[in-house]
């Protein structure tokens, strides 16, 4: 195999991997996300676990509203960066706080 063509194919191969994300768990228990402030990236997925035998939401005005049944999991896959508060809908006492990089 000629050496210049062995140098593109690995060249693109490096360029086309995608990076690794990362799903981050937020559990739900007697109407508090633990952990309540979670870090993550663009690409990343947070999964609520819902340990409550109520239903509850995680909402961010103007954003995202991920609906979470009682005794289930919800999810949502980040896709911009920035610093978001979330709460839930049925329980506004309930917060919590993403940061999300680039």
Same mark, same amino acid.
């Given at each position: 195999?000629?050496?210049?063509?062995?140098?593109?194919?690995?060249?693109? =191969?490096?360029? =086309?991997?995608?990076?690794?994300?990362?799903?981050?768990?937020?559990?739900?228990?007697?109407?508090?996300?633990?952990?309540?402030?979670?870090?993550?990236?663009?690409?990343?997925?947070?999964?609520?676990?819902?340990?409550?035998?109520? =239903?509850?939401?995680?909402?961010?005005?103007?954003?995202?509203?991920?609906?979470?049944?009682?005794?289930?999991?919800?999810?949502?896959?980040?896709?911009?960066?920035?610093?978001?508060?979330?709460?839930?809908?049925?329980?506004?006492?309930?917060?919590?706080?993403?940061?999300?990089?680039?």
């Amino acid at each position: 195999m000629r050496p210049l063509l062995l140098v593109s194919m690995l060249a693109t =191969a490096l360029t =086309a991997s995608p990076a690794c994300a990362a799903t981050i768990e937020v559990t739900i228990d007697k109407l508090v996300f633990s952990p309540a402030s979670v870090q993550a990236k663009v690409g990343d997925t947070i999964e609520w676990m819902n340990n409550d035998v109520f =239903a509850h939401t995680a909402t961010v005005k103007g954003g995202w509203d991920v609906k979470i049944p009682a005794k289930s999991k919800g999810k949502i896959t980040l896709k911009t960066a920035g610093a978001v508060d979330y709460f839930c809908r049925f329980h506004p006492n309930m917060k919590g706080h993403v940061e999300v990089a680039p």
